[in-house]
T-cell receptor
Framework: EAQVTQNPRYLITVTGKKLTVTCSQNMNHEYMSWYRQDPGLGLRQIYYSMNVEVTDKGDVPEGYKVSRKEKRNFPLILESPSPNQTSLYFC?????????????FGPGTRLTVL | GQNIDQPTEMTATEGAIVQINCTYQTSGFNGLFWYQQHAGEAPTFLSYNVLDGLEEKGRFSSFLSRSKGYSYLLLKELQMKDSASYLCAVPDSNYQLIWGAGTKLIIKP
């Protein structure tokens, strides 16, 4: 089954404790992206990757890191999480970065930072 | 700058028709997407419009007017399962999607 998977689905952590949210897609997609979603603000892009070893900042990259060492995986790293990073996070992928390509989303990771 | 506006919330009755509007301001135009998102779930693709006019896909239709910076999603024969948020998004010049805050649609029996 073609899909984007994320782990963990739910995470409660404390300020400053490094964490990684994994994202994997099995559709051989070149383009991958991370979003956060907060009430009333819609989806905001954190980082994106056009292909392996190519990543770039989105609208809200502060406090986050990513890597794209292989095509299928695009982990999101919070080196020192803070309470303002409490949010719902989505990973997404598409076949390329073209305007017309729909994005496929993972199920989401609900993160709470105390 | 780029901006997308959608109503925050709408209510409609089962079996009826509802129109969800989206207005956008972009420096260029490369199409407009509609996604559906049920509460607590991931967004799923509904439609992509790049030319003016109405595109129909079953009970859902999407309309675009590039000259007016305006789109709408039309949902017919509403069902309770259509209760969800509907997100409008446009790509910017760097291929990244700019998202509206979404319209929460509440369906009443």
């Amino acid at each position: 089954e073609a899909q984007v998977t994320q782990n963990p689905r739910y995470l409660i952590t404390v300020t400053g404790k490094k964490l990684t949210v994994t994202c994997s897609q099995n559709m051989n997609h070149e383009y991958m992206s991370w979003y956060r979603q907060d009430p009333g603000l819609g989806l905001r892009q954190i980082y994106y990757s056009m292909n392996v070893e190519v990543t770039d900042k989105g609208d809200v990259p502060e406090g986050y890191k990513v890597s794209r060492k292989e095509k299928r995986n695009f982990p999101l790293i919070l080196e020192s999480p803070s309470p303002n990073q409490t949010s719902l996070y989505f990973c997404a992928s598409s076949s390329s970065a073209g305007f017309y390509n729909e994005q496929f989303f993972g199920p989401g990771t609900r993160l709470t930072v105390l | 700058g780029q901006n997308i506006d959608q109503p925050t919330e709408m209510t409609a009755t089962e079996g009826a028709i509802v129109q969800i509007n989206c207005t956008y301001q972009t420096s260029g135009f490369n199409g407009l997407f509609w996604y559906q998102q049920h509460a607590g779930e991931a967004p799923t693709f509904l439609s992509y419009n790049v030319l003016d006019g109405l595109e129909e896909k079953g009970r859902f239709s999407s309309f675009l007017s590039r000259s007016k910076g305006y789109s709408y999603l039309l949902l017919k024969e509403l069902q309770m399962k259509d209760s969800a948020s509907y997100l409008c998004a446009v790509p910017d010049s760097n291929y990244q999607l700019i998202w509206g805050a979404g319209t929460k649609l509440i369906i009443k029996p």
